[in-house]
């Protein structure tokens, strides 16, 4: 089975891929086939992990280990699994409700402890699986089945969410730009430790258009800043404008004025960048923070095999009849 | 007999290493070759307020020249190191049984903390031999030369008690000499210090001359071997530690702090260097799901937790019985509902372990029947897991978890060298003749599958919606769990076989149901005694025994758990006796209890 070069095939599996038409988890599925060629690993190498919610499926339609978990608990599961074989790449796939809202406490040990996973948390503002209910993500005032009258509490932001729970990674992508998804992919799995990536997805059934406004290929040069490291935060049709930082705020300036650098090593930077709002600002796409942290993980090495069994039992004092 | 064994209990405040001296005593007699069982009971608060009742530790041993049973009921030797510890635990002195007091912590404020008065002590003198003992100036005064502060001096306390009970069971000093000197290296002058204060306690206790020889116990004849003492938690971790070495496969151990299993935690992360790894993880639920990942992983895995952390795995179980991979659950049953008596015992689990999942997830449940017990369990809960695919549950609690008995150290020529037949089918559910799926791991070519909580369908497992293959799914894998009984070892009737009556109980209670027989047997009452450790699936030859005797008394702390079980499952006139105070049971209230439901039936006969 070891190949030099893989090609998409090698990672599709024979399932036959079953979310509504128009989703825009088609769109991120694609961007992870296409990418894991490129990264050099035979597919058994690769596993993944999913709680519940429409993404939860993916790892059926991937030709590596997959393990369809439970509601919130794929982080959980992917912890022990990764902890124990530190051999194979494990990614999880998440969504808002699943690593937000019934998970969201395997979401913040996880990534506290810098557990060597890639964390996808597909986000698309709803409930889809279970037809239409508000999510924690979901911003105050959208109309579902569960808030006929507007949601009323106040949304997480998952990204900051990430960073203040110590992530050592932490990224922003949108499923309708499969090209920026890719190379965020890349980076996360480059990355040495806990790669979390926030993937606003379009549910065309229950939250159509939410991200439409900087999301769609037309309205993407106005409205979203692609973060390079060590490059100004550049953003509008002919790259006129761009993000600095005035004392502690940020100011859209003309992009010649700026002299903010991207420095994702920055964590106050990230925090910032990370509480911008649309319309008021573009959303910044890409890599947000990046450090490096101890990975939490177990030694395969084992020092005492059976025939050091019989001083273990004589730890304590032993006595002869 | 049972009646031969001393039964001494050592209390006191939390603080006053109550534990320490009782750990040195039942290590002491045991390397003398006595029998002993030992009990500690700590505190709910981890630092109540010094002097209280809440504040008592107590520390209960039992020693014999034969074997027995229990850690005891009734104390022949009570060491009460203030009010609070006394008003506690003098009830349970035998009439002409020895009190030792610490008359420096018996003024008016120590009464007062223990909402009590001196006038407790009134007349016991009549009923009891009393040592009081001035036990901090003599302390004291024994280190008198050493250059310790009155606050340093004072630790030494639990050391001189050491001494004066050592003399009063002729047991010898060397052994706490030699611990001293071992647990406190770092510190010299506390080794002196320790060391003084213990041949202090034993000299005074000597030149007392208190009649000793009703304290002095004889050997016992054991099974010729090398043995050592065991908690059920070291039987738990020595277990774990096996199944690494033995099979060559790590072992991840998984569990969120809790009361009383977090000790399982603590023993398992001295274990690293056998590939025994400890995640403490972030909740129950992230314990358990931890261990559905390593078991995905290849490795093997076991969580530990009691009571509340039970309920909270049960959504997990649930994928673990439909993903079928294997693991070890041990709960250290404890008093509830909720958080009930958290250090207190009991056996109430007993249904959630059985059937506290939603849909139809049958798994495998075992109960250790004694502290040593705890290793042949979790050993045999491995086992099936890996045999079979599924994960187990072990039952112990939280009177096994802390118990101690003397344990057979294993022949290494016994410990067989297992490799796990990993990878036997391409297809991860084709099944085998105990209808076991194949274990497949990540990283093997070829093998690629996608597991999941969705129903199956086929030897490849893919996922299915058809009505009729879930009927079957169903089926096979409870017809999986119920082909486990092949693996059993037939069922022993202990006591008297002939009897009219079958006493039935499971897990913890063994040693207190035995001594009941026994005791019964004396009172001319025969009685036959049936300890079952598996109990799902049930023993193939449990029905055939239930139909041998004309009553069936079914003895368990709980409300009647296991009895229903038996009614539902063999329709037979089983009874119950029960008890549900967070207390092991004792030989006198089983005793009664079986009389009363013998008397019982026999009016209702006449009647």
Redesign the interface.
């Known amino acids: 089975?070891?190949k030099t070069a893989y090609q998409r095939e090698d990672f599709t599996?024979a399932?036959e891929v079953r979310w509504c038409p128009g989703c825009g988890d088609y769109a991120i599925l694609a961007a992870i086939q296409k990418i894991l060629p490129e990264l050099g690993l035979?597919?058994?190498?690769h596993?993944f992990?999913s709680g519940i919610g429409c993404a939860g499926r993916l790892?059926?339609y991937?030709?590596?280990?997959?393990?369809?978990?439970?509601h919130g608990?794929a982080l959980?599961?992917?912890?022990?699994?990764?902890?124990?074989?530190d051999?194979?790449c494990v990614w999880v796939v998440t969504g808002d409700g699943d690593a937000l809202s019934i998970g969201g406490?395997?979401l913040?040990?996880c990534l506290r402890r810098n557990v060597n996973i890639k964390i996808l948390l597909i986000n698309n503002q709803v409930y889809g699986l279970t037809k239409g209910q508000f999510s924690p993500t979901s911003p105050i005032g959208q109309v579902t089945k569960t808030s006929p009258h507007g949601v009323t509490t106040q949304a997480i932001n998952p990204l900051l969410l990430a960073l203040a729970a110590g992530a050592s990674f932490v990224a922003r992508a949108v499923d309708k730009d499969p090209a920026q998804l890719s190379v965020v992919l890349k980076q996360a799995y480059e990355h040495q430790g806990c790669a979390f990536i926030e993937i606003y997805q379009d549910c065309n059934i229950f939250n159509h258009g939410a991200f439409d406004g900087f999301a769609l290929k037309g309205n993407r040069a106005a409205n979203t800043v692609l973060l390079r490291a060590t490059e100004p935060l550049i953003f509008g049709a002919d790259n006129e404008s761009a993000l600095d930082l005035v004392g502690q705020q940020v100011k859209c300036v003309p992009s010649e004025q700026a002299t903010l650098r991207h420095e994702p090593n920055n964590f106050d930077t990230a925090l910032t960048l990370a509480q911008l709002r649309f319309p008021e600002f573009p959303v910044p796409l890409g890599v947000y923070y990046q450090a490096e942290r101890p990975i939490f993980n177990?030694?395969?090495d084992?020092?005492?095999?059976?025939?050091?069994?019989?001083a273990?039992?004589?730890a304590?004092?032993?006595?002869?009849? | 007999m049972e009646q031969d064994a001393i039964v001494i209990r050592l209390t006191g405040d939390s603080g006053d290493g109550v534990q320490l001296v009782g750990e040195q005593l039942t290590?002491t007699a045991?390397?003398t070759?006595k029998a002993v069982q030992t009990l500690p009971d700590f505190p709910a608060e981890i630092r109540a307020p010094a002097g209280t009742v809440a504040g008592v530790s107590g520390f209960q041993l039992a020693m014999a020249e034969h074997a027995i049973f229990t850690a005891g009921e009734e104390l022949d030797v009570l060491v009460a190191l203030n009010p609070a510890a006394l008003k506690q635990a003098l009830s349970y002195l035998k009439s002409g049984g020895l009190l030792i007091l610490n008359e420096d912590n018996m003024d008016e404020k120590d009464w007062e903390k223990a909402k009590s008065s001196a006038q407790l002590l009134q007349g016991a003198s009549e009923y009891y031999q009393v040592l009081s003992l001035p036990l901090i100036t003599n302390t004291l005064a024994a280190l008198a030369e050493l250059e310790l502060t009155h606050a340093q001096a004072k630790k030494s306390k639990n050391f001189y008690v050491l001494g004066v009970v050592l003399w009063l069971f002729d047991l010898p000093l060397e052994?706490s000499y030699a611990f001293i000197t071992k647990k406190f290296q770092a510190n010299e002058q506390i080794v002196k210090a320790n060391s003084l204060a213990l041949r202090a306690g034993y000299d005074y206790a000597m030149t007392l001359e208190l009649a000793r020889s009703r304290y002095i116990v004889g050997g016992l004849t054991?099974?010729?071997?090398?043995?050592?003492?065991?908690t059920g938690v070291?039987g738990v971790a020595?277990a774990v530690?096996?199944m690494?070495?033995?099979t060559?496969v790590?072992v991840?151990v998984?569990g969120y702090p809790i009361t009383p299993s977090s000790a399982i935690l603590q023993e398992c992360a001295k274990l690293?260097?056998?590939?025994v790894?400890l995640?403490q993880?972030?909740?129950e639920?992230?314990a358990l799901?931890?261990?559905?990942?390593?078991?995905?992983?290849?490795?093997l895995?076991l969580t530990c937790t009691s009571g509340p952390g039970m309920s909270l795995k049960s959504?997990?179980l649930?994928?673990a019985v439909v993903?079928e991979l294997p693991l070890v659950l041990v709960d250290v049953q404890r008093a509830g509902a909720s958080t009930g008596l958290p250090t207190k015992t009991g056996q109430c689990d007993l249904q959630q372990a059985l059937y506290g999942r939603h849909g139809e997830a049958p798994l495998p449940v075992f109960a250790a029947k004694s502290p040593a017990d705890c290793f042949n369990t979790v050993l045999q809960a491995f086992t099936i897991a890996i045999k079979y695919m599924t994960p187990v549950i072990v039952l112990l609690d939280a009177y096994l978890a802390n118990a101690a008995e003397p344990w057979q150290?294993?022949e290494?020529a016994d410990?067989h060298?297992t490799p796990i037949d990993f990878n036997r089918s391409a297809l991860p559910f084709k099944r085998d003749d105990n209808l076991a799926r194949s274990w497949n791991v990540?990283?093997?070519?070829?093998?690629?599958?996608?597991?999941?909580?969705?129903e199956k369908q086929g030897d490849a497992g893919?996922?299915s919606y058809d009505a009729d293959n879930h009927q079957q799914m169903v089926n096979t894998r409870a017809q999986k769990v119920a082909g486990i009984a092949r693996e059993y070892a037939p069922l022993i009737i202990d006591g008297n076989s002939t009897a009219e009556i079958l006493l039935v109980g499971w897990g913890s209670t063994y040693g207190a149901l035995k001594s009941a027989v026994n005791q019964c047997a004396l009172d001319g009452l025969a009685i036959a005694l049936l300890h079952i450790r598996e109990l799902n699936p049930l023993p193939h030859d449990l029905r055939e025994h239930l139909r041998a005797y004309a009553h069936i008394l079914v003895a368990e702390l709980n409300s009647g758990q296991f009895c229903q079980v038996l009614r539902a499952k063999y329709l037979v006139n089983a009874r119950s006796i029960t008890q549900c105070n967070g207390l092991p049971f004792t030989t006198s209230y089983l005793v009664s209890a079986i009389k009363a439901e013998m008397s019982h039936a026999k009016d209702c006969l006449s009647a």
């Open positions: 089975m070891q599996s399932a035979a597919p058994e190498q596993v992990v790892p059926y991937m030709n590596t280990y997959g393990f369809h978990t439970i608990r959980a599961i992917a912890t022990g699994l990764k902890t124990m074989r051999d194979l406490n395997h913040l040990h177990f030694s395969p084992v020092k005492r095999t059976i025939n050091d069994l019989p273990l039992y004589r304590r004092a032993s006595w002869q009849v | 290590i045991a390397l070759g052994n054991r099974d010729a071997g090398e043995y050592r003492q065991l070291e020595m530690a096996t690494a070495a033995t060559g790590q991840l998984s690293a260097d056998f590939g790894h995640l993880a972030e909740d639920i992230a799901c931890a261990c559905l990942g390593a078991a995905f992983g290849g490795r895995a959504e997990g649930g994928l993903s150290i294993p290494l410990l060298s990540p990283g093997t070519p070829g093998f690629i599958h996608q597991l999941g909580g969705l893919s996922v």
